[in-house]
């Protein structure tokens, strides 16, 4: 037999299996950071968490060890383009290699009103929501596009594809999916169309992964959580395993002819 024949002839098992391969996660040890690199290391990958907070990122890190996996946690600011190619030169000479980079990181500026929004709280978005995103993808894709191989899994949102439901929100509240968060969001999406057409024919995939809401482990207005679950075709909001299937999938040879795509794991938010 083969090769490509061979490679056509895979299971579904290993076309989910990432073993040998090495995962970069920004924003590694936060809420979806944390259910991202779970999910690559339980498909074999060995992972790096990265984050401003490295204390953080080294608690996950251990977490995970002590559960089997290997894991590495590293510094990473998104808005300093050096950092982000630190973060991958250290990756590539601890691993080997990068194959996949879940570009998660962003920092969110103060919330306000569209008519309020301050300049310095809109710089702040999207220095690290928009700009840091591209930095990382453009530091993780030259290691990639020199083994030929690779995927970039940039992480969007609903609020990418449509606009904030301000009406959901209580009385006093302040919306947090602001100007701002809808623009980063939006633009990720398009970014990665156009860094996915380019580096595709060099055997490196990018693609979109657009979570609805997913709470955090802390109290929730119980209010805005009504509202969001009516809108929400399932009837919930996310769980702690909803995005794990995705980012597998996009990350893995199972994902091989997925390029340039939006995937939304929303519930059915957006079908509407």
Not at 199 to 214: D, E, H, I, Q, Y
Request: proline residues 6%.
């Amino acid at each position: 037999m083969s090769t490509s024949q061979a490679s056509n002839n895979r299971t579904i098992h290993q076309l989910f299996d990432l073993t040998v391969r090495v995962a970069i996660v920004t924003g590694g040890a936060g809420l979806l950071g944390q259910q991202f690199s779970q999910a690559l290391a339980e498909a074999g990958a060995k992972v790096v968490i990265a984050s401003r907070n490295q204390e953080n990122c080294q608690a996950w890190a251990d977490q995970l060890g002590d559960a089997g996996y290997e894991a590495l946690a590293l510094p990473l600011d998104v808005t300093d383009p050096a950092s982000s190619k630190a973060l991958v030169a250290s990756t590539v000479a601890h691993f080997g290699r990068l194959d996949i980079l879940v570009n998660n990181a962003y920092t969110r500026g103060v919330p306000a009103p569209p008519e309020e929004l301050t300049p310095e709280a809109w710089r702040t978005w999207l220095d690290a929501g928009l700009s840091g995103a591209f930095y990382c993808a453009q530091a993780a894709a030259h290691p990639m596009l020199a083994q030929g191989s690779g995927s970039i899994i940039n992480i969007g949102s609903i609020y990418g594809v449509v606009g904030t439901d301000v009406r959901m929100y209580p009385p006093g509240m302040p919306v947090n999916a602001s100007a701002a968060y809808g623009a980063i969001k939006g633009g990720i999406v398009n970014l990665t169309r156009t860094l996915a057409v380019v580096w595709a024919p060099k055997g490196v995939r990018v693609n979109c992964l657009s979570p609805g809401g997913f709470p955090g482990d802390g109290p929730i207005n119980q209010e805005f959580a009504e509202n969001f679950r009516a809108k929400v075709p399932l009837g919930r909001m996310g769980n702690s395993t909803d995005l794990k299937g995705a980012v597998v999938f996009l990350a893995s040879d199972a994902g091989a002819y997925v390029v340039g795509q939006n995937l939304l794991v929303d519930g059915g938010w957006t079908a509407w």
